[in-house]
């Protein structure tokens, strides 16, 4: 698994395409299954990096916006992708903070003590069927449940 972070919007970083390609590098060729979590803001970081890493990696998740996006597929060298898998926690709540703790904060533009929520809790993720021998996933499923 490697983790990368975007820099559009973001505190500023290496460049995360340079960062895959020197990380990638170092792995064994016996590592066949490589999973990359984009951390961005932007959807176009994220997408551009999933074009980059097509048959590269098994699969490119993309992360920070806390909200599931519905363009799971399989690229066409065999990388699995997905723009954002979504946030595992509260529903009720703006990225996983009470909501009236955010609406005060964009109403008064002051900072505000961030409080988890705490109802209606949901498990975002991916599900990637790959081949082992080559590390080329053949499909990516959306998974959401919602807790009790």
Avoid at 21 to 26: S, W
Avoid at 53 to 77: I, M, S, Y
Avoid at 121 to 137: F, K, M, N, Y
Wanted: with cysteine.
């Amino acid at each position: 698994m490697l983790n990368l972070q975007g820099r559009v919007f973001m505190a500023q970083t290496d460049c995360p395409f340079r960062t895959a390609d020197r990380e990638l590098a170092k792995l064994p060729p016996s590592c066949k299954i490589r999973i990359v979590d984009i951390h961005a803001e932007a959807t176009s970081e994220k997408q551009a990096m999933g074009w980059y890493l097509d048959g590269k990696v098994t699969g490119v998740v993309g992360t920070h916006t806390h909200v599931p996006t519905a363009d799971e597929r399989v690229l066409p060298q065999g990388t699995a992708y997905i723009t954002d898998v979504g946030m595992t926690g509260p529903y009720d709540s703006v990225i996983g903070v009470t909501k009236e703790t955010i609406v005060q904060r964009f109403l008064t533009a002051m900072p505000a003590r961030f409080d988890a929520a705490e109802k209606d809790v949901w498990l975002s993720a991916v599900l990637i069927q790959a081949d082992p021998e080559t590390g080329r996933a053949s499909r990516i499923e959306r998974i959401r449940l919602q807790g009790d």
